[in-house]
């Protein structure tokens, strides 16, 4: 399976922008739907964004829809988030992870997690 690693988190202020990334080895994503999901404490596990194989397909839910932009490059087997206008409700662990089906709303249908990267974002 692939194997996937976070970037890009931190502290920042609300209204800020930040910007993911999801490197991916021992495998190429494009065999893969890619998802960005969010887990603070306390919470279950949500997706934020979720794109297909081909990058010509995304699912944002509504409270990040307009906000975060999900993107992907093939070529170099990465994943990006970009995450605009954010809120102190946007703190959390930021995940990605890959999957075989697109139904974002099944977090159990996705794997190869990786570590997460911390986002805070202070008012």
């Known amino acids: 399976q692939v194997q996937l690693v976070e970037s890009g988190g931190g502290l920042v202020q609300v209204g800020g922008s930040l910007r993911l990334s999801c490197a991916a080895s021992?495998?190429?994503?494009?065999?893969?739907?890619m998802g960005w999901f969010r887990q603070a404490p306390g919470k279950e596990r949500e997706a934020v964004a979720v794109i297909n194989r081909v990058g010509d397909f995304t699912y944002y839910p509504d409270s990040v829809k307009g906000r975060f932009t999900v993107s992907r490059d093939n070529a170099y087997n990465t994943v990006y988030l970009q995450m605009n206008s954010l809120k102190a409700e946007d703190t959390a662990v930021y995940l990605c992870?890959?999957?075989?089906?697109?139904?974002?709303?099944?977090?159990?249908?996705?794997?190869?997690w990786g570590q997460g990267t911390q986002v805070t974002v202070s008012s």
């Open positions: 021992g495998g190429t994503i494009s065999n893969y739907h």
């Open positions: 992870a890959a999957s075989s089906v697109f139904l974002p709303d099944l977090v159990q249908t996705f794997y190869s």
